[in-house]
T-cell receptor, first 112, second 111 residues
Framework: ETGVTQTPRHLVMGMTNKKSLKCEQH?????MYWYKQSAKKPLELMFVYNFKEQTENNSVPSRFSPECPNSSHLFLHLHTLQPEDSALYLC???????????FGPGTRLTVL | DAKTTQPPSMDCAEGRAANLPCNHS???????VYWYRQIHSQGPQYIIH???NNETNEMASLIITEDRKSSTLILPHATLRDTAVYYC????????????FGAGTTVTVRA
């Protein structure tokens, strides 16, 4: 238990669906992250939020839309995804930019 | 951030020390060496980090060579639960949030 929770743990969606991934951290951290891990590829940073402000968008397609309503919660809204978007989506948090990151268990997403 | 080179895989025996090497020959003076691991189907877990001195915590020890061009992560008494992918990451500590994960080393601990 890392103090970072993600829901749902598994999600199957069609290409026309809209769904959201949720992340919550109970560590009092100020920064939150979304990563994508595709099969046999390294983790890729997608978005970074610091004090609820987005500080990094790593050239992510607009079909992925992040939302950070407060420092404890982070969402990733999904719409019109493609099968190649199937991956493990990981959320992480850290106290500050130069601190170690704590990861959640991830959401395994399958796009049909 | 400087790149790292790790062996793609290694086996070790349960109860023995596991020594995981990492080469970072282009590391600069203000870059730290971080180690994370990822057990199958879980999120990565922070293990340890260091700048130039050797470091030890409850999970592992980190030995950094004097020229800082390589390091070794030591798991003192490997257990089956240590089977995971281990990532060595070199990171400039600044306002840059990035952790650049490579392919890592797949460590299999055998009974």
């Amino acid at each position: 238990e890392t103090g970072v929770t993600q829901t749902p743990r598994h999600l199957v969606m069609g290409m026309t669906n809209k769904k959201s991934l949720k992340c919550e951290q109970h560590l009092g951290h100020n920064a939150m992250y979304w990563y994508k891990q595709s099969a046999k590829k390294p983790l890729e940073l997608m978005f970074v939020y610091n004090f609820k402000e987005q500080t990094e968008n790593n050239s992510v397609p607009s079909r992925f839309s992040p939302e950070c309503p407060n420092s404890s919660h982070l969402f990733l809204h999904l719409h019109t995804l493609q099968p190649e978007d199937s991956a493990l989506y990981l959320c992480a948090s850290s106290q500050a930019a130069d601190n170690e990151q704590f990861f959640g268990p991830g959401t395994r997403l399958t796009v049909l | 951030d400087a790149k790292t080179t790790q062996p793609p895989s290694m086996d070790c025996a349960e109860g023995r020390a596991a020594n995981l090497p990492c080469n970072h020959s282009t590391i600069s003076g203000n870059e730290y060496v971080y180690w994370y691991r990822q057990i199958h189907s879980q999120g990565p877990q922070y293990i340890i980090h260091g700048l130039k001195n050797n470091e030890t915590n409850e999970m592992a020890s980190l030995i950094i060579t004097e020229d800082r061009k390589s390091s070794t992560l030591i798991l003192p008494h490997a257990t089956l639960r240590d089977t995971a992918v281990y990532y060595c990451i070199v990171r400039l500590l600044s306002n840059d949030y990035k952790l650049s994960f490579g392919a890592g080393t797949t460590v299999t601990v055998r009974a």
